[in-house]
């Protein structure tokens, strides 16, 4: 039986997403711990408290991603729906890569420098449509990897069937 042909374009595209999407949030780490806000500056300590939040909630994703490459990794030989892998590698690449460059372009439009509680406002609200369209990406790529990983689990079920109800020649019935 011959060998089946590799298939590791998700874990090239996730891993470039998250090498890129890690580029794009190294700046606001840098700026959250050089800036130190002042106790009595709500303003600065509001962002500070969204993006810092922000933060942690995209490393725990990294962290998620880079274990999913892991399983691609480990399927990589098998017979794989290929629209369910590009779809989630797809999405995931929109979300750690597609939504923070569409966001950095849109924070160069904000006039960041007179805070007031409009600009505040303004980020909380960006902050909130960035959330929500990132969960949503994320969403789509999971029930993707799911699919994937149930119609794996079914192709392998069917292979043990295969051979335990004894399609392969029997030697036994030939001759009777």
Same mark, same amino acid.
């Given at each position: 039986?011959?060998?089946?042909?590799?298939?590791?374009?998700?874990?090239?595209?996730?891993? !470039?997403?998250?090498?890129?999407?890690?580029?794009?949030?190294?700046?606001?780490?840098?700026?959250?711990?050089?800036?130190?806000?002042?106790?009595?500056?709500?303003?600065?300590?509001?962002?500070?408290?969204?993006?810092?939040?922000?933060?942690?909630?995209?490393?725990?994703?990294?962290?998620?991603?880079? +274990?999913?490459?892991?399983?691609?990794?480990?399927?990589?030989?098998?017979?794989?729906?290929?629209?369910?892998?590009?779809?989630?590698?797809? +999405?995931?690449?929109? /979300?750690?890569?597609?939504?923070?460059?569409?966001? +950095?372009?849109?924070?160069?439009?904000?006039?960041?420098?007179?805070?007031?509680?409009?600009?505040?406002?303004?980020?909380?609200?960006?902050?909130?449509?960035?959330?929500?369209? !990132?969960? /949503? !990406?994320?969403?789509?790529?999971?029930?993707? !990897?799911?699919?994937?990983?149930?119609?794996?689990?079914?192709?392998?079920?069917?292979?043990?069937?295969?051979?335990?109800?004894?399609?392969?020649?029997?030697?036994?019935?030939?001759?009777?």
């Amino acid at each position: 039986m011959p060998k089946q042909k590799t298939f590791l374009v998700p874990v090239y595209i996730i891993v !470039f997403s998250v090498l890129v999407g890690a580029a794009f949030e190294w700046p606001i780490v840098m700026s959250i711990l050089k800036n130190k806000p002042s106790a009595s500056d709500s303003f600065d300590n509001d962002l500070r408290k969204l993006f810092i939040g922000r933060l942690v909630n995209t490393a725990i994703v990294y962290i998620i991603m880079l +274990a999913e490459c892991l399983v691609y990794w480990m399927i990589r030989e098998k017979r794989i729906r290929k629209d369910f892998a590009i779809g989630h590698a797809v +999405a995931v690449a929109l /979300a750690l890569v597609g939504i923070p460059v569409g966001f +950095a372009i849109t924070y160069n439009f904000i006039d960041l420098s007179i805070p007031s509680d409009e600009t505040a406002r303004t980020i909380q609200i960006m902050n909130a449509l960035d959330s929500g369209l !990132f969960k /949503a !990406f994320l969403i789509i790529a999971h029930i993707c !990897f799911t699919l994937l990983l149930m119609n794996v689990w079914k192709s392998r079920k069917e292979k043990l069937v295969e051979i335990a109800g004894g399609d392969e020649k029997d030697i036994l019935n030939d001759h009777a």
